[in-house]
T-cell receptor, first 113, second 112 residues
Framework: GENVEQHPSTLSVQEGDSAVIKCTYS??????FPWYKQELGKRPQLIIDIRSNVGEKKDQRIAVTLNKTAKHFSLHITETQPEDSAVYFC????????????FGKGTLLTVNP | DVKVTQSSRYLVKRTGEKVFLECVQDMDHENMFWYRQDPGLGLRLIYF???????EKGDIPEGYSVSREKKERFSLILESASTNQTSMYLC???????????FGSGTRLTVV
């Protein structure tokens, strides 16, 4: 089955800096890669996703890049703000089943004011 | 706005009890999922369903079963609760395959 590795597990940045979280996946048939943000005590929420037919997608301060050859994808947050502090999860669908997502273990991002 | 509602926010059950966790979504989504979330382990898939009465095992189905009698409702059943099932349980739904999930608020289950 699919295996998704996520790094780093914790990340601390100063407000205004950029943050990058990286994920690798194992199933070459995977074609959908969402990112979720989970604030303390709240549900995970989809913040951005990318499909395998594109290499990059941007939404304001958030961008995701995908390298299919290397089987890795990354989340980039620019001009970080304290409200960006949360746990971020990457995920990939399982090529053998388009329905389910396999998640990384999460990255705790702390943005220091 | 899609709503995924989990019936309980906190539950405390005794070892050996049969436990039902209920999840209801209101947007006619085809697919529903149960994950458990544990510190350092992320979200792990227990079971999912892509249609009424259809179910498939996820990565950690042992000790659990599910029921989907109606499209909007997906129940997770712990046949005989054990202390290692103490966890946060998250239900999610998605409209179609390869589409983002909407998560419920979670049920924090403690088995004593």
């Amino acid at each position: 089955g699919e295996n998704v590795e996520q790094h780093p597990s914790t990340l601390s940045v100063q407000e205004g800096d950029s943050a990058v979280i990286k994920c690798t996946y194992s199933d070459s048939a995977s074609n959908y890669f969402p990112w979720y943000k989970q604030e303390l005590g709240k549900r995970p929420q989809l913040i951005i996703d990318i499909r395998s037919n594109v290499g990059e997608k941007k939404d304001q301060r958030i961008a995701v890049t995908l390298n299919k050859t290397a089987k890795h994808f990354s989340l980039h947050i620019t001009e970080t703000q304290p409200e960006d502090s949360a746990v971020y999860f990457c995920a990939a669908n399982s090529g053998g089943s388009n329905y389910k997502l396999t998640f990384g273990k999460g990255t705790l991002l702390t943005v220091n004011p | 706005d899609v709503k995924v509602t989990q019936s309980s926010r906190y539950l405390v059950k005794r070892t050996g009890e049969k436990v039902f966790l209920e999840c209801v979504q209101d947007m006619d989504h085809e697919n529903m999922f149960w994950y458990r979330q544990d510190p350092g382990l992320g979200l792990r898939l227990i079971y999912f369903s892509y249609d009424v009465k259809m179910k498939e095992k996820g990565d950690i189905p042992e000790g659990y079963s599910v029921s989907r009698e109606k499209k909007e409702r997906f129940s997770l059943i712990l046949e005989s609760a054990s202390t290692n099932q103490t966890s946060m349980y998250l239900c999610a739904s998605s409209l179609i395959a390869n589409y983002g999930y909407t998560f419920g608020s979670g049920t924090r289950l403690t088995v004593v």
